[in-house]
């Protein structure tokens, strides 16, 4: 018996057959993944389902009950994780804190004293 395609590999499969113009082939992908991917599962099987909805919607055009992973009812948790896996492949977000910093100094200028509002979620790198 094989084991199972993680779940991210499944949402690879997907993209490859967007990729080569198979939009069939992209929605059978993600059909399968929504089949055989619990919706209570891991937070990686979680994301992957929130993703895979929307990559489904995109392709189809069919938006109903697509959602949003920030308003509706889904794991508070699955936000800060979605963010985290983000920040974790996205370099450009990653160390975009140090622009932003640095773009903070030069708009501030001589001032004496500054005062910054950080609204922010998760472990502060935004």
């Known amino acids: 018996m094989t084991s199972p395609r993680p779940v991210v590999l499944q949402l690879f499969d997907a993209l490859h057959a967007i990729e080569a113009g198979d939009r069939a082939g992209a929605v059978a992908s993600i059909d399968h993944l929504l089949a055989e991917t619990p919706s209570a599962g891991v937070a990686v099987d979680r994301l992957a389902r929130a993703f895979a ?36 492949a996205t370099p450009f977000i990653r160390f975009g804190h140090a622009a932003a910093n640095r773009a903070l100094l030069q708009a501030v200028g001589p001032a004496d004293r500054v005062h910054v509002i950080d609204i922010g979620l998760g472990s502060g790198v935004q």
Do not use: C, Q, S
């Not at 909805?53 to 992973?69: E, F």
């Open 53 to 88: 909805v929307a990559m489904r919607a995109r392709i189809t055009g069919d938006t109903t009950g697509v959602g949003n992973l920030y308003v509706d009812e889904h794991d508070p948790r699955d936000m800060l994780k979605a963010f985290e896996v983000l920040a974790a």
